[in-house]
């Protein structure tokens, strides 16, 4: 494992060390990290806790949002929903606290439901299941199909709606033996439900909560004490005449091992720590029993075993169809040797298949995301452990990496940080979580510090390079299909890979199946311009791609705004006939093109079409400046280059041209407006016939070929006809992953943004005007009002709506929740918005 980043809240008061206190991080599948410290109040008032979670994105992990939670007590849990836009939040009082994102932004949030046990600590806290589970085959991973590598296991969810919808809720166990449930009702209302795990109530230290595929919740707990049982309790939810009931049932128990050994018997007498292998797989447990110096940890597998039948009735003669009665009964599937005393435990989100082909696949190709589980000790380190057999597979040594200079850091300084720290307690983790794809690790210190960790795909082994490609290919597929984001598989990628992984993936997003291919569209071109931009090399492709999420977004509303002129027509939309008929139809002239739609289909009011000018108007100097650089496309790669060869971005371009060509006759307000040196010049024509020239050169149904001299001689003078727009609608991104790319350790501050290298490749300056890249509108050199930008790609737009038309409103509601290339939102203040468009 390697060190990628440490981050330090700066507003943290020197030496302060409240070693009592649990500390919370839960890691979401939009990379959303959400974390509490051990912080005292910073007004040096009251001497207890702040109850605060903070809320970062791993790519700017300075601009954290701190809430102010309203927790009475100390924050227990903390658990993401399955889209990472909801936390809950359980405390030490029974409260639980469902947290949202105000205006869909990240670094706001709002509480906006909550329920309560008063005076009853939440010791497990979970979001019911909605019913979607995936499972990786490794084994499949050369496949060409991606439903023969990510295969949709049948998995009930919790509790259903009318149509067999999921029901949305969460589940909590308390420290008293109750389980309590709320159910979110379609209208908002909360549903909420308590029973007890059993009848003979009983003190629960530890729990926690998976889900089974018939849709039952499986609930472990222990008293803390190694020589009790630890329970296992079946739970089933239902809703009966709108109020919401709770069946428990005990299923059978289990004691330590370490217990039954005499030479352990009273080595280990706590329980410490108790978590289910997966949350969809409740047969498997891991259990930690420790003492002030060591802990064992022991790994249980839940079985179906024959029982024995009385020797009484083994004489008769059986029964036609008789089968022998069985039971369920817990088995140790290994245990550790003594080791230091384990400080947290993290276990990986990937849904590796454990089937023995599978296994074997992983083993020989050394493909090791999914399959280990960290565990955090006292002295420091980090150990990642095979989730079966419990082999040490790589060791995280914290005590020397921890301290290691960051870059421009002056040794001595980071001698002075030791000698403060002397006598205090020793540096070891209090909090650590696994990303979603297990390629990096998360956690929080004993000193109130975040750390994050690179955790190598093959745990540090060497592997050829085409091994390495592959691995990665296979976590990028499937992050591109479940949607999840996959800022840890770029901690992986180094520059001299990109061009392979970019190709690579495309050819696999070629070979699927067309239906699959149009659900993936953007999110295939999302993935290439994050990979993009992590190389000097490639970020002229990366503007190419962010220039065609924005092309296919403004196509598809501009086709949706045509409606058939007689509505009982025909199976083909008015945008799907304009597609066939342009791919046909080969002229150069495109009022001659025009002539063969119906247009009819194309009237539209004014002012709706006036409203998207600035829409139009883009697609008008987009292809103007594709033209005018294709003379300049030579062995350095420039923006656009990736267009020149890309028959379909080109035909949806030449589509656009003839409809705006349309709509002009009808409004021409709208119409794009060009500097053009003589008044009789037709710039809309010139431009379609010099892209269609350019398109027919590499049609998917020819040959390809050169453009030839006749065009590119033609496209040189193209300057001195129209004036030539300049790049900056393209978005900088100022995220840390660039900075990531290296070895070395790099230690960032809370609320101090990181001078980071930008991989540009449109040159802009300081001092010139900035754009809103989602209107395509210029907010000027200093913008002043409030804007918001993309996690992702660095895209900024402005928070507010200065437009009134219903037009520009639903192009501007397609991005309320994300930006074109899937990533989430932060405010900005207008500083940064000037430095960041």
Request: glycine share 8%; aromatic share 6%; with cysteine.
């Amino acid at each position: 494992m390697e060190l990628a980043y440490v981050c330090d809240w700066e507003r943290r008061p020197k030496n302060t060390h409240c070693p009592s206190i649990p500390l919370v991080c839960s890691w979401s599948c939009r990379n959303l990290v959400a974390f509490t410290t051990d912080l005292k109040n910073d007004d040096g008032g009251d001497p207890g806790v702040s109850h605060v979670i903070h809320i970062m994105d791993t790519e700017h992990p300075w601009d954290v949002y701190s809430i102010r939670s309203g927790h009475a007590e100390v924050i227990s849990c903390l658990e993401w929903d399955q889209s990472g836009s909801r936390l809950l939040s359980a405390d030490g009082d029974g409260h639980i606290k469902c947290w949202s994102m105000s205006e869909h932004l990240v670094n706001s949030w709002d509480s906006v439901l909550s329920s309560s046990l008063e005076g009853d600590p939440i010791v497990a806290l979970s979001w019911l299941h909605n019913g979607v589970k995936l499972a990786l085959h490794v084994e499949m991973s050369g496949s060409t199909n991606f439903g023969e590598k990510f295969s949709r296991v049948k998995f009930s969810p919790s509790l259903t709606l009318f149509g067999g919808k999921p029901m949305e809720g969460w589940l909590a166990v308390t420290v008293s033996g109750l389980v309590t449930v709320s159910l979110l009702k379609p209208g908002g209302a909360l549903l909420t439900a308590s029973e007890s795990l059993c009848r003979l109530r009983g003190r629960v230290a530890l729990a926690d909560i998976a889900f089974t595929g018939g849709g039952n919740i499986v609930v472990a707990a222990t008293d803390g004490s190694s020589s009790s049982p630890v329970q296992f309790y079946k739970v089933v939810v239902s809703v009966v005449s709108e109020k919401c009931r709770i069946d428990t049932e005990l299923l059978p128990s289990l004691f330590l091992r370490c217990t039954t050994d005499p030479m352990r018997r009273d080595k280990y007498p706590a329980v410490t720590h108790l978590k289910f292998l997966t949350r969809e797989n409740s047969e498997q447990v891991l259990l930690c029993a420790s003492h002030q110096s060591g802990s064992i940890v022991e790994c249980w597998s839940l079985r179906k075993e024959g029982l024995p039948v009385n020797n009484i009735f083994q004489h008769r003669s059986p029964v036609v169809g008789e089968k022998q009665p069985t039971i369920l009964k817990w088995r140790i599937l290994t245990t550790t040797n003594d080791l230091e005393r384990v400080s947290a435990i993290a276990l990986p989100k990937l849904p590796i298949s454990i089937s023995n082909t599978d296994l074997k696949v992983a083993s020989d190709t050394k493909f090791c995301p999914g399959l280990g589980l960290a565990l955090a000790f006292h002295d420091g380190t980090i150990q990642i452990l095979h989730r079966l057999s419990l082999h040490t597979m790589g060791i995280f040594y914290g005590s020397t990496s921890a301290s290691s200079a960051g870059p421009g850091q002056r040794p001595g300084e980071e001698s002075a940080i030791k000698r403060q720290r002397t006598g205090a307690p020793g540096l070891h983790f209090k909090a650590l979580q696994f990303s979603w794809t297990s390629l990096a690790l998360a956690g929080v210190d004993n000193h109130g510090k975040l750390h994050m960790l690179r955790v190598s795909p093959s745990m540090g082994q060497v592997l050829e390079m085409n091994t390495t490609l592959r691995h990665l290919l296979f976590l990028l597929e499937y992050c591109m299909v479940t949607g999840y984001d996959w800022w840890d598989v770029l901690l992986h990628v180094q520059p001299g890979m990109v061009h392979n992984l970019v190709d690579r993936l495309h050819e696999e997003y070629m070979r699927q199946n067309q239906a699959l291919q149009q659900v993936l569209a953007t999110r295939i071109v999302a993935v290439k311009a994050s990979l993009c931009k992590l190389s000097t090399a490639t970020a002229a492709r990366a503007c190419d791609f962010h220039a065609k999420l924005l092309l296919i977004a403004i196509s598809s509303t501009l086709k949706s705004l045509l409606r058939p002129h007689v509505l009982n027509t025909p199976d083909k939309s008015p945008g799907d006939r304009l597609s066939e008929i342009c791919a046909k139809n080969l002229d150069l002239d495109i009022d001659k093109v025009m002539i063969n739609l119906k247009t009819e289909e194309f009237v539209l009011d004014g002012p709706p079409l006036q409203s998207l000018q600035q829409l139009i108007q883009w697609v008008g100097d987009f292809v103007l400046y594709l033209l005018a650089n294709l003379p300049n496309q030579g062995s350095v790669v420039r923006p656009g280059f990736g267009f020149m060869r890309d028959a379909a971005s080109l035909g949806l371009l030449r589509e656009m041209l003839v409809m705006i060509r349309i709509w002009g006759l009808l409004k021409p307000g709208c119409l794009p407006t060009f500097t053009a040196t003589s008044d009789s010049q037709d710039s809309l024509q010139l431009l379609f016939r010099l892209l269609t020239k350019l398109w027919l050169c590499c049609r998917d149904d020819a040959p390809p070929q050169d453009p030839d001299e006749s065009l590119i001689d033609e496209c040189c003078l193209l300057p001195s006809q129209l004036l030539v727009p300049g790049m900056d609608w393209l978005p900088v991104n100022d995220g840390v992953i660039v900075k990531l790319q290296g070895k070395q350790p790099i230690r960032l501050y809370f609320g101090k943004a990181a001078v980071l290298p930008t991989l540009d490749g449109a040159g802009r300056n300081a001092g010139c005007q900035r754009t809103d890249n989602l209107r395509c509108v210029h907010m000027g050199v200093c913008p002043t009002e409030d804007s918001k930008a993309c996690t992702r790609c660095g895209c900024v737009t402005m928070l507010r709506s200065p437009n009134k038309s219903n037009a520009m409103k639903q192009w501007e509601q397609r991005w309320i929740k994300n930006c074109l290339c899937g990533g989430l939102w932060r405010r900005i203040p207008p500083t940064l918005a000037s430095t960041s468009s």
